[in-house]
């Protein structure tokens, strides 16, 4: 009976995913949402990314996002200053803000390796329907600051904290230079405040390889 309900459950879930799935005339073109970034904002090389709930939107696009920002090519921020992207004002990105963006997304899509980290199935796993990137222009507008997802600042502040010890590690680090103390700090940080985005994919696949993955996701 169980076995039945749980892939009774599993097929009704895949159903509800494939119905609000991002038509594929609205991949890559201008579109303009309204709504709450809704995690932490993970760093990366020139940039960030979060997951990003959609409250209004042109029609197709789906409810949950994953969005992105990049600064200047080749342009290397400092690591001991907090991300900002040039069209925010001098406002740091946070969970809770309401935003109007114009973005270009498009379905997830995971490496053909089938032995690499699948981002595919991840997205699926966590409902994310599109990912995609902010346009400068027409400029993002901040529509209110909102005490929603207090959970989410606490967890992106202890992971910032948490962060900010990569200079300190360096030192301690034998040989080790920055890429393998963000690569040791983004494991705590997973470990504290479950923040599994701040694993590299590559070091996601060396967990699964090593039989260590389910460790990184316990919340």
Avoid: C
Wanted: aromatic letters at 10%; hydrophobic letters at 40%; a positive charge.
């Amino acid at each position: 009976m169980l076995p039945a309900v749980w892939r009774g459950g599993t097929g009704w879930r895949a159903h509800a995913y494939l119905t609000q799935t991002l038509p594929q005339a609205l991949e890559a073109v201008d579109l303009q949402v309204e709504g709450r970034i809704a995690s932490m904002l993970q760093n990366q090389v020139n940039g960030q990314r979060w997951r990003f709930v959609v409250d209004s939107s042109d029609a197709g696009v789906p409810r949950l996002l994953e969005l992105s920002w990049y600064g200047p090519f080749g342009q290397v921020p400092d690591a001991s200053q907090p991300l900002v992207p040039d069209w925010a004002q001098g406002m740091a990105l946070s969970p809770g803000q309401r935003w109007r963006f114009t973005v270009r997304i498009k379905r997830p899509h995971g490496s053909r390796n089938p032995h690499g980290f699948d981002y595919e199935l991840l997205a699926w796993e966590q409902g994310v329907q599109a990912t995609g990137y902010v346009r400068k222009q027409p400029a993002p507008e901040l529509l209110a600051v909102t005490s929603q997802y207090p959970l989410q600042r606490w967890r992106q502040g202890l992971r910032d904290r948490i962060q900010g010890e990569a200079l300190r590690l360096q030192r301690w680090l034998p040989g080790g230079g920055a890429e393998h103390a963000q690569t040791a700090l983004g494991v705590v940080a997973a470990l504290a405040v479950g923040d599994q985005q701040a694993i590299d994919r590559k070091d996601w696949t060396l967990f699964r390889q090593t039989g260590v993955a389910h460790l990184m996701r316990i919340r």
